[in-house]
């Protein structure tokens, strides 16, 4: 039986980023990989931004947190420093962030396709790597999907239908708010464990292997004999 791992994103989300190559770290090295299905969950980190909106990030966490712009670039440089130690790409200056709504949709979409993780990547690359910005704009969206492999007419086709995947999205959400998680990433394996934010691979690990065992159980051996047969004979009665 698998092992299911469903993880509530946002592409907004530095820390979902990080916590998914933390995830990935521990999940390379446990023994029942193969095991173990993975399903990404939608999470808007602010639902309420227009769909068309994009603004530098700095500027806004300065606004949000109520500190200036030079501790906000400090901050984002913590976070770029964490990312480059676990090999990943991070652009300080320049990022935007918006609405990540359609996002949602098109890794529904992805998923119905069994191709999730590889949209995911791109979108994760495009937002914290790329100098391009990737809000706001559905033809970015589409330049971002094509080149992750996925057929062009088909993406146009659920970004110009606001009803594809909306509910798929929504009712993602929806669960989030059940589960009693208030932010991302959000880490829940087999509806019994759950693994706020990026934790270190070995905390990861823990959680796999719990969920493993409870999968497979040790055996409780209630009282023993000498009265047993194996590949060497029986045992003999005196």
């Given at each position: 039986m698998a092992v299911q791992v469903e993880i509530w994103t946002d592409i907004n989300c530095p820390f979902c980023y990080l916590g998914k190559r933390r995830f990935e770290e521990a999940l390379s090295d446990f023994p029942h990989r193969d095991a173990v299905e993975v399903v990404h969950r939608s999470f808007e980190l602010?639902?309420?931004?227009d769909p068309g909106h994009s603004d530098a990030v700095i500027p806004h966490i300065a606004e949000k947190y109520g500190i200036s712009e030079a501790q906000a670039a400090a901050n984002e440089r913590g976070i770029g420093a964490q990312a480059e130690a676990m090999g990943l790409d991070y652009?300080?200056?320049?990022?935007?962030?918006g609405n990540s709504f359609d996002m949602h949709r098109l890794l529904h979409f992805a998923l119905a396709q069994g191709r999730q993780e590889t949209l995911l990547d791109g979108l994760y690359a495009?937002?914290?790597?790329d100098e391009r910005p990737l809000f706001g704009d559905s033809e970015r969206l589409v330049q971002v999907a094509v080149a992750a492999g996925f057929d062009e007419s088909e993406v146009r086709a659920v970004l110009a239908d606001p009803d594809a995947y909306a509910d798929a999205v929504r009712a993602d959400e929806a669960e989030a708010a059940r589960l009693g998680a208030r932010g991302v990433p959000f880490f829940v394996i087999d509806r019994k464990y759950g693994v706020s934010g990026a934790q270190p691979p070995e905390v990861f690990t823990q959680a796999l292997e719990q969920a493993w065992s409870d999968h497979t159980p040790e055996i409780q051996v209630l009282g023993d004999s000498d009265d047993t047969c194996g590949p060497e004979g029986?045992?003999?009665q005196r």
């Open positions: 602010d639902p309420t931004l652009r300080i200056d320049g990022r935007d962030f495009a937002n914290f790597s029986c045992a003999v």
